[in-house]
């Protein structure tokens, strides 16, 4: 409850940050992110870039000093769902190795909402789930730049991992990650919540399908997520 109150009250005062994000990613060294660089990866569906995802670049901007952040302009307004998931993940790839071919010692903190978290995973681990189009991992040396990859409610969802947070514990994702074990190489980083009563990452073969948790995330996790940001900064700092 305290940290819903900080939060919102984060919300509210950051929305007039004077911080840019960064809008490409070939970066001259000098502003390369000391903090880190925040990839956000929105859901589906028509508008700008950011989305609610403002909330979490705002958090970063503030509360990671030297960060920089970027909304990923990928297809999320497409209407098929494996259209816009394998867009996101080939840009999402693209980003990083682009970032990093700048900026070698960047850390790079990704986060994903819903189709977007789909991307986010798919990008690291490589698509394994029956339907969406097959996209492959990403070289698994970039864990040494990637230090947090966080996705809220994506469909690719499956209970019981290490990487799983929130409360769902008996409902899988629409499109099951068939084989998690190809995202051991970023393990220390991935974190995927998805809670009970979110019908996209939580499914169960039970009607009436209601998903009203899956509009929560940025407002039960956001502080926690940057905390798990700060601890992985730390704990990779020497590398
Ligand atoms: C993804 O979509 C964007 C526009 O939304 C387009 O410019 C880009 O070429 C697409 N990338 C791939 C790999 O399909």
Redesign the pocket.
């Known amino acids: 409850m305290h940290v819903n109150a900080l939060q919102n009250c984060l919300l509210l005062g950051l929305a007039i940050s004077q911080f840019q994000p960064a809008l490409t990613q070939e970066t001259p060294p000098s502003q390369c992110a000391t903090g880190v660089h925040a990839i956000l990866m929105r859901g589906q569906g028509p508008g700008d870039h950011l989305n609610v995802m403002v909330s979490v670049q705002n958090l970063v901007l503030q509360l990671i000093p030297g960060s920089s952040s970027v909304a990923l302009?990928?297809?999320h307004g497409a209407d098929d769902h494996r259209v816009a998931a394998s867009?996101g993940t080939?840009?999402m790839q693209d980003y990083i190795r682009s970032y990093v071919a700048s900026c070698p010692d960047s850390k790079i903190f990704i986060i994903g909402y819903s189709l977007g978290g789909v991307a986010m995973m798919d990008g690291l681990c490589g698509t394994s789930s029956q339907w969406l189009f097959k996209v492959p991992a990403i070289e698994p040396h970039f864990n040494q730049n990637v230090i947090a990859a966080v996705s809220y409610g994506e469909e690719t969802y499956v209970p019981g991992l290490s990487y799983d947070h929130g409360t769902c514990t008996d409902g899988t994702g629409i499109y099951p990650r068939i084989h998690p074990e190809w995202c051991d190489p970023f393990l220390s980083s991935i974190r995927s919540y998805c809670d009970e009563g979110d019908g996209s990452c939580c499914f169960r073969f039970l009607p009436p399908i209601t998903d009203p948790a899956h509009f929560l995330y940025i407002f039960r996790y956001n502080m926690e997520v940057i905390q798990f940001v700060q601890q992985r900064l730390k704990a990779t700092q020497s590398q």
């Open positions: 302009p990928y297809s867009n080939y840009m």
